[in-house]
């Protein structure tokens, strides 16, 4: 798990006017408490039992990293980012490159990116955010123990966004399905089995 | 007859009365508000100082309002379970869209582990590194 390296990073550059803010997507906090507890962050570690974050930003996956700079504005906008080499072999991304690219745009203030902000950002379609407003409900009725239909409107919303794994692989821990398990491996194996990718880092 | 109904505007969770007819989930105006701030005028439906046209003659129904047909005047997506009596409406994809192409981070406050609260904005003047991820 990569928190540690985050805290890391945040140490080595917080005096430079620089934070390190990590967010967990988890139905409830104490599924976050051990990585969160290992990591002993200084910086601010948050919990979005709500997934109100993947709406307000049109993430689809984790982990998805995004700048912000000094005036609150997005200058790399949803970008794939590991800290640490732990499953480099899964996902390809050698972790340096991307540190030494945070360390220069907090420095130099370089995104590699100036001028393709907007451009880069990803935009959700209505048939994304129906999906979302699926999910909603779907969290809702389960939040009630209407299991068998929220069920129902978790497995709509994967359909109508099915390269959404906030909602399809996010939704598992919801439906008490493993999400390491044989469905995430089925599922997955059928995404990238048809052409697709799991993880969308921006191009450069 | 009206049978209680939940209706869920982003992540605000209001108990309304509903009239089911024919698969289409009937609100009294009154319900609507509480519910959503949207306020039914001649001139259409209202929310502060907007009022949208409402061109679908379908949005009233013996003094109720259809909730499918307003969240279509609203360009607004809505998830509808009848059987369950509840709906979930959503943010419309051009407002989000034009949001996140402004390229303002949106503010969000969120608890850490002590249930302490954090806001983006409370980070202005410093450069901020969002990292999102799960433990799934």
């Given amino acids: 798990m990569d928190l540690p390296v985050w805290q890391e990073v945040h140490q080595e550059l917080a005096p430079l006017g620089f934070t390190v803010i990590s967010v967990a997507l988890d139905k409830d906090p104490e599924d976050a408490r051990p990585w969160i507890e290992a990591a002993s962050p200084t910086h601010p570690s948050l919990i979005d039992t709500e997934y109100r974050l993947a709406e307000l930003y049109n993430i689809v996956n984790v982990p998805t990293v995004l700048w912000i700079d000094e005036q609150g504005r997005v200058v790399r906008p949803n970008d794939v980012m590991f800290a640490s080499d732990a499953f480099v072999r899964i996902h390809g991304l050698d972790p340096a490159p991307r540190l030494d690219a945070v360390r220069a745009w907090v420095r130099q203030g370089t995104t590699g990116i100036e001028g393709e902000e907007r451009e880069l950002q990803s935009l959700p379609s209505e048939t994304d955010q129906m999906a979302r407003a699926e999910f909603v409900l779907a969290r809702w009725l389960r939040d009630q123990g209407r299991t068998e239909a929220a069920e129902r409107h978790f497995r709509r919303a994967g359909e109508l966004a099915p390269h959404d794994f906030t909602i399809r692989r996010g939704s598992m821990p919801l439906r008490g399905i493993d999400p390491m398990g044989p469905v995430f491996r089925e599922m997955i194996t059928e995404w990238v089995g048809s052409g697709h990718s799991y993880y969308h880092p921006l191009p450069k | ?136």
């Fill in chain 2, 1 to 136: 007859m009206t049978t209680p109904f939940t209706l869920i505007d982003e992540t605000r969770v209001t108990r309304v009365d509903a009239k089911m007819d024919d698969g289409r989930v009937l609100v009294d105006p009154g319900g609507v508000e509480r519910a959503t701030g949207w306020v039914r005028k001649p001139e259409g439906l209202c929310r502060d100082e907007v009022c949208v046209p409402v061109r679908n003659a379908g949005l009233d129904r013996d003094g109720r309002i259809d909730l499918e047909v307003m969240a279509q005047t609203l360009h607004r997506p809505i998830a509808v379970d009848t059987g369950e009596g509840a709906a979930a409406l959503g943010t419309s994809a051009v407002d989000r869209g034009n949001l996140l192409a402004s390229l303002e981070a949106p503010d969000i406050t969120l608890p850490d582990l002590d249930g302490r609260t954090h806001s983006l904005s409370e980070h202005r003047g410093k450069k901020v590194l969002l990292v999102v991820y799960a433990s799934w």
